[in-house]
C-alpha cells in the first residue's frame, strides 16, 4: 500500500513541478519586501515551524462538523465549518512564507499538497456558503456531501504534506542529532597554520573529525559553527559576515550570530551548532560544541 501510494503521488510530478516552479517566483517575490512578517509566519520566534501546528486547527473542526451532519442537531455544524475555514486560511498563509524557501523535489511535493488543500477547501467553501443561505443553517445532502469530500481531501492533502517534513526533511533541523559535546577534537585546517593570519570577516571551510566547519575571525576573536545550515543545508563557508556580527547563509538569507550561532533571522527557526576554538597541546587549535 505504502509503495502504490508513493507511486500515485509521484505521478503527479510531471504537472506539479513546473506549476510549483511557476508559483514559487510570485510568492518569494511577495514574501521578500516583507521579511519580519515572514520570519513571523515561518516561526523564526517560536523556534519551531508554525504552519505544521497551525494544521491542526482546521482539520480537527471539520472532522468535528462531519460528525455533527451525520449525528449532531440540525445546523450544529455550521460554527465548526466556519472556525475551519478560518483556520484553513491562517495555515495556507503560514505554509506560503514556508513554500517560499522550499527548493527541489520538497517544492514539487509541497505543490500536490498545496493544490489538494486548495481544491478541498473550495469544496468545504462552498458547504457553508449552501449552510449560510439555508433556514437556521440546516445543511442539504449536497451540503453534507461537499463538507464529506473536501475533508476528505483535506487529510490526503496533509499526508502529502507529512512527506514533505519526514520524509524529504523541509523545515526540520539539520543538527537535530548533535548533541553538545564534552571532548576537544583537533581542528583541521589545512594550510593555515595560524588562525590569526586569517582575512578578516571572511568564512573558512575547516573540519573537526567528521563535521565540516566554518569559522570567521572579528578582530582577536575566532569564531566557528557548523558549515551546514540548519534550515536547508546551505553552505555557511559560502555565506557573508552582515554588519550586526551574523553569518548570513547564501541560500535563502537566514543570519546566525557568530558569537554563540543564535538564530537572528529566519527562514531558519533552529540556532546554528556553534563550536568553542582553543590552542592544543603541541600546536594547532581544537574545538568543542558549544552547549546551546
Not at 101 to 117: E, F, K, Y
Amino acid at each position: 500500500m505504502a509503495r502504490f501510494l508513493a507511486r500515485l503521488v509521484a505521478a503527479n510530478d510531471r504537472w506539479a513541478k513546473p506549476f510549483g516552479d511557476f508559483n514559487h517566483r510570485w510568492v518569494a517575490a511577495l514574501f521578500r519586501p516583507i521579511r519580519p512578517i515572514k520570519d513571523f509566519l515561518n516561526g523564526t520566534w517560536l523556534g519551531h515551524p508554525v504552519h505544521p501546528a497551525a494544521t491542526d486547527i482546521p482539520i480537527g473542526a471539520f472532522v468535528v462538523a462531519v460528525v455533527l451532519d451525520l449525528i449532531g442537531p440540525p445546523g450544529s455544524a455550521f460554527w465548526p465549518v466556519v472556525v475551519g475555514l478560518l483556520a484553513a486560511l491562517a495555515s495556507a498563509v503560514t505554509g506560503l512564507a514556508d513554500y517560499s524557501d522550499t527548493d527541489g523535489v520538497a517544492r514539487t511535493r509541497a505543490t500536490t499538497h498545496a493544490t489538494i488543500m486548495v481544491v478541498g477547501s473550495t469544496l468545504i467553501l462552498i458547504s457553508l456558503v449552501s449552510r449560510i443561505v439555508a433556514v437556521d443553517h440546516v445543511a442539504d445532502g449536497l451540503a453534507v456531501a461537499l463538507l464529506l469530500a473536501g475533508t476528505i481531501m483535506l487529510t490526503a492533502g496533509a499526508s502529502i504534506g507529512g512527506d514533505v517534513v519526514f520524509v524529504l526533511g523541509n523545515m526540520v533541523s539539520r543538527h537535530a542529532f548533535r548533541g553538545a559535546g564534552t571532548k576537544w577534537i583537533k581542528l583541521d585546517t589545512g594550510d593555515v597554520a595560524d588562525l590569526a593570519t586569517l582575512p578578516e570577516a571572511t568564512p573558512t571551510k575547516v573540519r573537526a573529525g567528521i563535521n565540516d566547519l566554518v569559522i570567521v575571525r572579528i578582530g582577536d576573536a575566532i569564531h566557528a559553527m557548523h558549515a551546514v545550515c540548519a534550515h536547508a543545508g546551505g553552505p555557511m563557508a559560502e555565506g557573508t559576515v552582515t554588519p550586526d556580527g551574523c553569518l548570513e547563509c547564501p541560500w535563502h538569507g537566514s543570519r546566525f550570530r557568530l558569537s554563540d550561532g543564535a538564530l537572528r533571522r529566519g527562514p531558519a527557526v533552529y540556532d546554528q551548532p556553534a563550536y568553542e576554538v582553543r590552542p592544543a597541546d603541541g600546536g594547532g587549535y581544537e574545538v568543542r560544541r558549544a552547549a546551546p
